[in-house]
């Protein structure tokens, strides 16, 4: 949990949220519009496939605080093709994100971008005559650290995956302790 902006006088935390649904088509769409008929705003989504082929993935990041957590985890819970939520806990989890970044980059710039890619351990995708384009992964902070040690370059371009997260390996007891499971 994150603390975030304030809605009125209460305070909003970020929360991930980890949900396995059926392969199906309308599933995204059913948990996106109870999302937004109890007025969250997600602020990251990313779905995948998993380890079984007819179940996907979907990790959330949305402001709210506990007890409006515990609700909207209730109501996923209910919709057809969910099999399970869990939210996955800082510290408790590992969460990792992708982007891809076009800067200006004239050769006369490029050793110095070329030196904080490498302190970020971003890759670059593509080179231009005047733009590179860093593919870096890491988690959202340091996303966010690279963005903005780039940024005075001239960020042309930028797209960034949204959150992805599992529970720690180390965590003997696993996700299950902290999710419902329905099939």
Not at 130 to 141: K, R, Y
Request: hydrophobic share 40%; proline share 5%; charged share 30%.
């Amino acid at each position: 949990m994150v603390r975030g902006h304030g809605r009125g006088s209460e305070y909003l935390v970020k929360h991930t949220i980890a949900v396995l649904l059926e392969n199906k088509p309308g599933a995204l769409m059913r948990i996106a519009s109870m999302f937004a008929r109890r007025g969250y705003n997600i602020d990251s989504l990313a779905v995948g496939p998993t380890e079984r082929q007819d179940v996907s993935r979907v990790t959330i990041r949305v402001d709210c605080d506990q007890h409006p957590l515990e609700q909207i985890e209730k109501q996923m819970h209910k919709l057809v093709n969910v099999l399970r939520v869990a939210e996955l806990a800082p510290g408790e989890s590992i969460e990792r994100e992708l982007a891809l970044i076009k800067v200006t980059a004239p050769p006369d710039r490029r050793a110095e971008l070329l030196a904080l890619a490498d302190v970020f351990h971003a890759r670059v995708a593509d080179l231009g005559p005047e733009a590179l384009v860093f593919e870096v992964v890491g988690s959202p902070e340091e996303i966010d650290s690279f963005e903005e040690l780039v940024r005075p370059h001239g960020v042309k371009e930028l797209v960034r995956t949204g959150r992805i997260g599992l529970t720690r390996a180390s965590d003997r007891k696993g996700i299950k302790r902290r999710q419902q499971v329905l099939r």
